[in-house]
């Protein structure tokens, strides 16, 4: 597989290293990670970078994800990348919430590397 | 508190009148005895151990051992069930926590050991308000907040009913406290 390049979106950077080794821990060793700890600051990384994936947590300060991913859509941002929504949040109406807002995955914390497993490397095969 | 609350009424609103008018049907004051088993926090406990930390947790029916530099971290809950969730640890176990989760070693609570501590206790109120479905789909939460320092108490005012337990895993303890002060 070629060079992932992958922005993770979480305000606990303790968080965005662990999604970061189940990703390598998924295979994707060919990784290049961006981070932000909210929405505005992802934003402000995909105005000046490309990537292949994004991570996003939901309940965030600032901005949280499910306006982050609004925004990503409104203002034509990544277009075709896919997103995915990492959250401690796991009713049907929030995994709703994020489908409609265009997220295509959904993983609920606490997580294992498995199931990013299960949930990205799919995503990245349509992509 | 309030912002939690605006959050998980904001959320609803999205959702359109008749996404309101079935939230407003819904109460869970009629499944108290469900939201306030025990059973749900110890279970929350072992998951998001097991799954982030990869250590066992034993439920402990002593208090947790008195150590004067303690961190504590609470994640608000807002919506149909207004209260927190509070996570209580010393500081050896608190960097023990954050090893687990990050792979490194900590010399003092610093601010990543802060944030791994805000971020298990909010998996853990994510993981017990998910036990029961109304209240996930009813109830928000509020991003950490992290306290350190010594000899502190916590109080909470005649609450709705409260969960205190203390949990063991490496000889180490922290206590969990899901406190509501309120449910519609």
Known sequence: MSEIRTLIVDDSSVMRKIVERALRQAGLDLLVVHEAGSGVEGLDVLKVKQVDLILSDINMPSMDGLEFLRQIRAQNLAPGVPVVMITTESSEEHVKQAIQAGAQGYIRKPFTAEQVKERVLPLLSAA | ?184
Request: proline fraction near 3%; glycine fraction near 8%.
């Open chain 2, 1 to 184: 508190m309030n912002s939690v609350r605006a959050a998980a009424i904001a959320c609803k609103r999205e959702g359109g009148n008749d996404e309101m008018e079935r939230t407003m049907a819904v109460s869970l004051r009629e499944s108290v005895q469900l939201v306030s088993d025990p059973g749900n926090l110890d279970a929350s406990v072992e998951e998001v151990f097991q799954t982030m930390l990869g250590v066992s947790c034993r439920r402990d029916s002593s208090p947790m051992p008195h150590e004067a530099e303690s961190v504590t971290a609470v994640v608000g809950f807002g919506g149909l069930l207004s209260g927190a969730c509070v996570f209580r640890s010393g500081s050896i176990a608190a960097r023990k926590i954050a090893a687990h989760m990050t792979g490194m070693e900590f010399e003092e609570v610093d601010d990543t050991v802060k944030d791994a501590i805000g971020e298990i206790c909010n998996m853990l109120a994510g993981s017990w308000k998910g036990k029961v479905p109304d209240l996930a789909a009813n109830c928000g939460l509020s991003v950490p907040a992290v306290i350190t320092g010594r000899d502190y108490k916590l109080h909470v005012q005649a609450p709705e009913f409260q969960l205190n337990h203390t949990y063991c895993f490496e000889d180490m303890s922290f206590a969990v406290t899901v406190v509501c002060d309120g449910l519609q």
